[in-house]
């Protein structure tokens, strides 16, 4: 059958129709699926049952993949699959259980930040009603950018920002929120802090969008510390508006891919550790940003 593409929401987010990704994928296809992805940031997949090789060939087609700091967390056969869980074995917990539960695009702690991830949901709690648990919210940071008055634009376009893993690593563990183990010397010199342009460009459609996030942007370089504070909390303000978001409220075998130059996305942890959830990821290496 032909692939049909449904909108999710006004400015992010599209559902694939009539597509299986276990299949042998046509390169007729693919090129359809990358072309609408750079389009809508977001692309769902329902009721797929994949392998971890098929979820890893097909994430290859958007580019190579990373291999995640956190390799505790990764399969040991796959280690391009990063495990985001809150199953504990032996009292210890088998991936990454806190994972996005802040807005934030993955990765922008690294020179060349991911281009997508894509996330295979394996287990989910059960819903409870028409209430489900653990959904993502998504934002698309290119509308917000577009929603922006000229001056904004303007007094953004050449400003620059710090990006920072170990800050965010940090704050996780304040007052014993995290159940992660601190990070080793090794892994602190794999994230050194980065700087990246406020406004992005991206690479395959050329629009622009905002590139900050309350996950590991630290400051804005070039500001006094008030106004660089400022200026994040009101731009964070901005992008989280429900103008720009779509909310997915996950099912078992859904495949969900996320642009992380023109997405933001949050995980909402509204699920206790008797509700167990299992995701797999894979990440696609990106490019410097400009």
Same mark, same amino acid.
């Given at each position: ?53 098929? +979820?890893? &060939?097909? !994430? ?8 995640? @700091? *956190?390799?505790?967390? #990764?399969? /040991? ?26 807005? +934030?695009? &993955?990765? !922008? ?8 991830? @894509? *996330?295979?949901?394996? #287990?989910? /709690? ?45 704050? #996780? ?47 804005? #370089? ?69």
């Amino acid at each position: 059958m032909k692939i049909e593409f449904k909108p999710l929401s006004p400015h992010i987010g599209s559902e694939v129709l009539n597509f299986n990704l276990s299949e042998t994928l046509q390169k007729e296809d693919l090129k359809q699926i990358d072309d609408q992805f750079n389009h809508r940031g977001v692309l769902v997949f329902r009721n797929q049952n994949l392998n971890e090789r098929q +979820h890893i &060939d097909f !994430s290859k087609y958007f580019g190579s993949l990373e291999i995640h @700091v *956190l390799k505790q967390y #990764l399969l /040991p056969e796959n280690p391009e699959i990063l495990l985001i869980s809150n199953v504990q074995k032996d009292g210890i917990n088998i991936g990454v259980s806190d994972a996005g539960q802040y807005w +934030h695009t &993955d990765l !922008s702690y690294m020179t060349h930040p991911s281009r997508c991830s @894509v *996330l295979l949901s394996k #287990l989910i /709690p059960d819903p409870q009603g028409e209430k489900t648990f653990g959904d993502t919210c998504f934002i698309s940071t290119t509308a917000a950018y577009e929603a922006l008055d000229e001056e904004t634009k303007k007094r953004l376009q050449n400003l620059k920002a710090k990006h920072s893993y170990s800050a965010r690593y940090a704050k #996780l563990q304040e007052g014993g929120k995290s159940t992660r183990p601190p990070l080793t010397e090794e892994q602190k010199k794999q994230v050194p802090e980065v700087v990246h342009p406020v406004i992005r460009t991206h690479p395959m459609t050329g629009k622009k969008s905002i590139y900050v996030n309350e996950g590991f942007t630290t400051e804005i #370089l070039d500001l006094p510390t008030a106004e660089s504070k400022k200026l994040l909390e009101h731009l964070y303000e901005h992008c989280q508006s429900e103008d720009f978001m779509y909310r997915h409220q996950w099912q078992v075998g859904d495949v969900l891919m996320w642009d992380n130059c023109s997405t933001q996305h949050l995980a909402i942890p509204d699920y206790g550790l008797e509700q167990h959830r299992l995701m797999h990821r894979t990440t696609v290496q990106g490019s410097a940003v400009f």
